[in-house]
């Protein structure tokens, strides 16, 4: 059995769904269910065995361990994080606590299981950790993609939290031998996305006549991956990926937010026309730029393809189009998260930014 946290989020959801549909073999899911985490990402999994979710903090120890051996768990996949850059300029706290802070109490937790082990069930042992590109900072338009080598510069409080995690990752396993990897990806989108990143927010403004806010210019370059080639990835480099070492994911697709956008807009002018006849590139408004805006991203993904053969299914036009299906296929899930916690997170972000 695997024990993933924040698998009631965006891509841990995902990833959960995807390993039991793939594997069979079940999962131990817990969760903080903060803002970001929802169970109805996993309906389709109530009363399914193969799935046992509990709802706890990665920085209780106690539970943590106590699952650990009540289930006899063989790998721990750690997507739970604050994931949000610009939640991260408003409140820094939840980021250091989460991400840094209860990164290293699972660690200890995971640990002290993992010295307990013996034999095939201690060498076997996996910590697998999921990050971000976005602990390497930030490019020039001609810059060279990040590779695993590049130095660590994060610029944001998000970015930052994250780096300190993956310190704490790869210190536990220089100091303490404990058996990890480290995936470093890029921009995931998908279905069950939380509408308060890019893409699923244009979506869900769009189809409700709202303005699509574009921070700055509208210029900054993201590489942009299906979110099920990301959860691919990260069955990939547990099977096969060597200790200690880091994976940078990404979807070989670049592309400035602006561009975005207006696919965005193009494919639902195709599959759910304005009612007027205008097209959704009306709805684009460009509001103040984010505060320490990270200019470019970019994956140099040829490290997990040469070693351990892992490349995106999807291209960006067959990956977007099924996203935009998902939203309009899914109105009552956009409903449900748009909560009241959700319209204050919009009203404080999006009143403070309008030119
Ligand atoms: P998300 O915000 O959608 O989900 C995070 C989940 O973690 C939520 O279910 C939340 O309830 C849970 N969580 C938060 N704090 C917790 C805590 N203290 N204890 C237990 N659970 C807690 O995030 P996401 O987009 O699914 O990202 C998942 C991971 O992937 C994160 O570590 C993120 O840094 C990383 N990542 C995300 C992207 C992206 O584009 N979204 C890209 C690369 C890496
Ligand atoms: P986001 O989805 O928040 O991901 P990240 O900041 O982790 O890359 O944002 C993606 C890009 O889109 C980023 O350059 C900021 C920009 N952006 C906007 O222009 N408008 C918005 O309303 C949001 C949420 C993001």
Redesign the pocket.
């Known amino acids: 059995m695997i024990l993933v946290t924040g698998g009631a989020g965006f891509i841990g959801a995902n990833f959960v769904l995807d390993w039991i549909a793939a594997t069979g073999e079940p999962v131990v899911n817990v969760d903080k269910l903060t803002y970001a985490g929802n169970l109805e990402n996993l309906a389709s999994l109530q009363g399914d065995a193969r799935h046992v979710f509990v709802q706890a903090d990665i920085g209780d120890g106690e539970v943590i361990g106590n699952l650990l051996a009540k289930h006899q768990i063989r790998a721990v996949i750690n997507f739970a994080a604050e994931s ?3 939640r991260s300029i408003h409140g820094p706290e939840d980021f250091i606590q989460t991400n840094v802070v209860g990164t290293f109490r699972l660690l200890e937790a995971v640990r002290a299981y993992w010295n307990g082990l013996q034999g095939d069930a201690k060498t076997n042992f996996r910590f697998l950790h999921v990050s971000t590109d ?1 602990v390497y900072g930030t490019l020039s338009a001609t810059d060279p993609a990040f590779t695993e080598n590049n130095n660590y510069e994060p610029n944001s409080p998000y970015s930052a939290s994250k780096a300190a995690s993956d310190h704490l990752v790869r210190a536990w396993h220089h100091t303490y031998g404990l058996p990890v990897l480290t995936t470093n990806c890029s ?1 995931n989108y998908g279905p069950l996305h939380f509408p ?3 893409i699923p ?1 244009m979506i869900v403004n769009a189809l409700a006549g709202k303005p699509l ?3 700055g210019d ?1 210029q ?1 370059i ?1 590489d942009w991956l299906y979110v099920r080639d990301h959860c691919s990835a990260i069955r990939r480099v547990l099977e096969a990926g060597k200790l200690g070492e880091t994976y940078n994911v990404g979807g070989w697709n670049e592309k400035a ?1 602006i561009d975005i956008v207006k696919t965005v807009c193009a494919l639902l002018d195709e599959m759910r026309p304005r009612s007027d006849g205008k097209s959704y590139v009306e709805q684009i408004t460009y509001v103040t730029d ?1 505060p320490g ?1 990270d200019r470019r991203y970019a994956i140099d993904a040829r490290k997990i393809e040469r070693e351990l053969g892992w490349k995106p299914a999807e291209t960006f036009d067959t990956g977007i189009r099924k996203t935009v299906q998902w939203y309009l296929d899914n109105p009552e899930w956009v409903a449900n998260v748009q909560s009241g916690s959700y319209r204050d997170w919009v009203q404080k972000q999006y009143s403070a930014t309008s030119n």
């Open positions: 949000h850059v610009d976005e921009n308060e990143k890019l927010l806010p574009i921070y509208g900054q993201r937010n984010r805006h």
